[in-house]
């Protein structure tokens, strides 16, 4: 079993930033492609950042791109998003997600474990 726990999310004004984390604990992280997810209230869950389990090949939603970083360190078990440049239509819970894949992964049904999100919001 795996388990993901995210952390990090927060009250932020407009062009400011955060950096979530999401902890794994269970089977060793290297293994998995990961990725983020949101979802803002009366939407559907939409595709953020992914990374895959070796080499570090990433994706972006284009809403996000040049703004966002994913990144993993698999010696901490931990994945990161780093989110800089804030704007208020980034306000969402955030949710990551792991699968016994190679990835990088956009499609949520791909995806096999999730974390029980965190909130951001981003004031204007």
């Known amino acids: 079993q795996v388990q993901l726990t995210e952390s990090g999310g927060g009250l932020v004004q407009a062009g400011g930033s955060l950096r979530l984390s999401c902890a794994q604990s269970?089977?060793?992280?290297?293994?998995?492609?990961m990725g983020w997810f949101r979802q803002a209230p009366g939407m559907e869950r939409e595709f953020v950042a992914a990374i895959s389990s070796y080499a570090g090949w990433t994706n972006y939603a284009a809403s996000v791109k040049g703004r966002f970083t994913i990144s993993r360190d698999n010696s901490k078990s931990t994945l990161y998003l780093q989110m800089n440049s804030l704007k208020p239509d980034d306000t969402a819970v955030y949710y990551c997600?792991?699968?016994?894949?190679?990835?990088?992964?956009?499609?949520?049904?791909?995806?096999?474990?999730w974390g029980q999100g965190t909130q951001v919001t981003v004031s204007s």
């Open positions: 269970g089977r060793t992280l290297s293994i998995y492609a």
């Open positions: 997600a792991a699968v016994d894949r190679l990835g990088p992964l956009s499609a949520a049904d791909d995806y096999e474990y």
